[in-house]
């Protein structure tokens, strides 16, 4: 099982950035595929995640009405779109994969590798 994130990046508050999660080595649709992240001295916080096939989401409401999550079953691929980004969304973001749509991160056993998120002020 493998998951890869990519588009994480530097931006000005404000703006907009669109994270993606590739799934490889296992049935993707299987899955419910989420979003954690993680700022330096902050423990792990869920922020979003999509059931495997129904997209039943849920959505932290520190990013609620900002952040969208979608997928594509047929790509492989999971997608975070982040818009009015903030300096405290900054963190690494984590692709994670599971059985559940939860909120709790050791319900995930598949996690990425992670993907930097910077936004200045």
């Known amino acids: 099982v493998q998951l890869v994130e990519s588009g994480g990046g530097l931006v000005q508050a404000g703006g907009s950035l669109r994270l993606s999660c590739a799934g490889s080595?296992?049935?993707?649709?299987?899955?419910?595929i989420g979003w954690f992240r993680q700022a330096p001295g902050k423990e792990r916080e869920g922020v979003s995640c999509?059931?495997?096939?129904?997209?039943?989401?849920w959505v932290a409401a520190s990013v609620k009405g900002r952040f969208t999550i979608s997928r594509d079953n047929a790509k492989n691929t999971v997608y975070l779109q982040m818009d009015s980004l903030k300096p405290e969304d900054t963190a690494v973001y984590y692709c994670?994969?599971?059985?559940?749509?939860?909120?709790?991160?050791?319900?995930?056993?598949?996690w990425g590798q992670g993907t930097q998120v910077t936004v200045s002020s």
């Open positions: 999509i059931s495997r096939r129904d997209s039943t989401t």
């Open positions: 080595g296992f049935t993707f649709d299987d899955y419910a």
């Open positions: 994670v994969g599971g059985s559940y749509t939860t909120r709790r991160p050791d319900d995930f056993p598949y």
